[in-house]
Every structure is written in structure tokens, then in C-alpha cells.
């Protein structure tokens, strides 16, 4: 049974038939939004950050909304496989033993990018000169830059309604942010699909970006103040950007996209839109998802989610996600054995 699927655009199917899978063709690496889903596919991550990109001399450009930049933030660091660890602890580690409000939440999260990052991390981040890092943030407009429950709510009601009829009425709402070393090539600087603003990553608000990218509305407290940019509400960069399908035809290489899923919901807003799903910008793409019976065999038959915070208590939920985490191995064992025999095209599905 295999645990692993590779989905290939048409011209990364091509490329891949012909040359192989080497680490070379990627230039451009992106990490979904999705709360905990991480967890079940931390093994592939972990091998990719500490081995297949491992001593990686030229650019790779890598896109990261909420859980998806701080999985990211762990490969631009010197040690990414010990700042996984860190990010699988710290984690794993939260305690809810009450429903907490979203300054509690806010409070636990933060110490979970404390975590990540270590004592050095964020400067390693900002610093890197081969891991190009872009963290997505987004800043409220009109209903959804007032803090009270009610208005907020409102605001998100009134997002998720001109969303159905247009993806693009998100800017009506909020703003993209995205935060970056600002480097002259990267491909992520020349979004034009939402309204965005570019910033600078630097060592002075790169813990207030890590928080701010993974701060859900109604559930963690926006984030007021990111040194670079004006004072706003700063929330989940999954609000915009929740798996991502972004214009890319003019990166150059390939994008490589370990997912979760095998489908792209582009916003947060369009998970349950099924008619909305992102593929046209994906031709340059291998998108790296567990297959269907890996899932099932996992516990619970599913890879973790936000609801087991309210379904298992703290110590049936902690044995869960370490367990998805370990079995998580086989995803990276499967890809890791597809490199050694040179053996993609026997692999490969068309997507």
C-alpha cells in the first residue's frame, strides 16, 4: 500500500519524467494553513528540511501561511531538524484544560513561536541567504478591524458572503501582507490576484509576524502592532491565503508543495466551496499529499484537526498527534526510497 502521492502539473510531470527528482529543480517551496494537519505529514516535512534540501547553495523561495510559515521557519533555521522537534513539543505541548479566551490562546501560541525559534532562530531566519523566507499575514478592513466579538463576527459573515460570489472581494475585507527578505527575484513579490503589501523580515518583528500569521479570528487576538508596517488588527495569513493558489508562471524551476491534502482550497473562506478548487496555477507544481488509505490508517482514521482540542481531553489528544507524527515516517520513506532508485515517473500522477 502506498502512503504516498505525487501530483504533478504539466510542466513539472514533464520535467520530472525527464530529469528525475533532484532538489535542483525546486526553487520555490510552499506550506499550507490548516491548524494541526501538519502533524500527519511532520515525517515528509523533516526529511525534506534536513535532508533533501540539506546544505541547499542556491535560492529556494518559500511561501508560508499560519502553521504552514511556522513549519517553514524551522527548514531557514541552521538545525531545521531540531527546531521541528521544537515545533512538534511546543505544539503538541498546549494545554486547554478550559475554554480559554482568545488572549489565552494568544498567550499559549506565543510560546509556541517562543519555541520554534529558540534563542536564535529569528535571526537565522532573517539572515539566511540561501532559505528566502515569505511569511502571509493579513490586516482587517472596515468591520474586521474592530476587536469586539460581535462586529468581528459580522465582518467575517459579510467576508465569507461576497467571497462566494468572488474570490477576489477578499480585498473589500483584508489585506494580504507578506513578509520577506525582500529579495529582487523572489517570485512571491509580484502578487497581483488580491490586494497586497509587501514588508521587510526582520529581527525586530519576526516573533509579532510568527504570532500574527497564526492568529485565527474569534479564536486567538489579533496582533495590533508589527514593527515595518502601520498599527492594525493582524490576523491568519490562511485568511487569504489558506492552501494558496497563487500566479506563479513566472517563477522559474519548480514549486514543490508537501500537503496535507490532495486539493487546494485558496482561502479559508472557500474550504467548503467545492466548485472553487486551485489547480490552473499548479502546472509547475509536484504536490506531495498522503494517500487515502495512509489516512485511514491513522488513528481516528484521520490526520489531526482543530477539533480535537474539543473532542479528546489534553492527554488522548497529545498520544494521537505523537502517534500521527511517528507513523508520518512512512511518507518520508516512501519519497526518500522514489529518490534513491530514480524512480518518480513510475509515481507520478497527472494533476
Not at 532559505?131 to 474592530?146: A, E, P, Q
Request: aromatic fraction near 10%; charged fraction near 20%; include cysteine.
Amino acid at each position: 500500500m502506498s502512503a504516498l502521492r505525487f501530483l504533478a502539473g504539466a510542466t513539472a510531470f514533464n520535467t520530472l519524467a525527464k530529469q528525475g527528482l533532484k532538489s535542483e529543480h525546486f526553487t520555490q517551496l510552499l506550506a499550507a494553513s490548516g491548524g494541526p494537519k501538519w502533524l500527519g505529514i511532520a515525517g515528509l516535512d523533516k526529511y525534506l528540511f534536513s535532508e533533501f534540501f540539506k546544505n541547499r547553495q542556491t535560492p529556494l523561495y518559500t511561501l508560508g501561511a499560519s502553521s504552514g510559515a511556522w513549519r517553514l521557519a524551522c527548514l531557514a533555521q541552521q538545525d531545521p531538524f531540531a527546531a521541528y522537534g521544537r515545533l512538534e513539543d511546543f505544539y503538541i505541548g498546549q494545554r486547554y484544560d478550559s475554554m480559554p479566551t482568545p488572549q489565552e490562546v494568544s498567550a499559549q501560541v506565543k510560546g509556541v513561536v517562543q519555541g520554534i525559534l529558540g534563542a536564535s532562530g529569528g535571526s537565522e531566519l532573517v539572515n539566511n541567504t540561501h532559505i528566502h523566507s515569505h511569511l502571509v499575514v493579513c490586516r482587517g478592513k472596515h468591520l474586521n478591524r474592530l476587536t469586539a466579538k460581535l462586529p468581528l463576527a459580522a465582518g467575517l459573515a459579510m467576508t465569507a458572503a461576497t467571497n462566494l460570489l468572488s474570490r477576489r472581494s477578499l480585498g473589500w475585507h483584508f489585506e494580504r501582507v507578506v513578509f520577506s527578505q525582500q529579495a529582487v527575484v523572489s517570485p512571491f513579490l509580484q502578487l497581483n490576484d488580491l490586494p497586497s503589501q509587501q514588508a521587510e523580515l526582520t529581527e525586530a518583528n519576526v516573533d509579532a509576524v510568527m504570532l500574527a500569521t497564526g492568529s485565527i479570528p474569534l479564536l486567538l487576538a489579533p496582533v495590533p502592532q508589527i514593527e515595518g508596517v502601520a498599527d492594525g488588527q493582524y490576523y491568519d495569513g490562511g485568511i487569504t491565503d489558506y492552501h494558496f493558489d497563487l500566479p506563479l508562471s513566472h517563477a522559474t524551476g519548480l514549486t514543490l508543495y508537501p500537503h496535507f491534502y490532495p486539493t487546494i482550497s485558496p482561502g479559508w473562506f472557500d474550504k467548503s466551496l467545492k466548485w472553487r478548487q486551485g489547480r490552473a496555477n499548479y502546472h509547475n507544481a509536484l504536490v506531495l499529499a498522503p494517500t487515502a488509505e495512509f489516512v485511514a490508517s491513522l488513528p481516528f482514521g484521520k490526520i489531526p484537526d482543530r477539533e480535537d482540542f474539543k473532542q479528546l481531553d489534553t492527554a488522548q489528544r497529545m498520544q494521537y498527534w505523537r502517534t500521527a507524527v511517528a507513523l508520518s515516517e512512512r511518507l518520508a520513506e516512501e519519497f526518500a526510497e522514489v529518490v534513491a532508485k530514480g524512480n518518480v515517473l513510475e509515481r507520478l500522477e497527472r494533476f
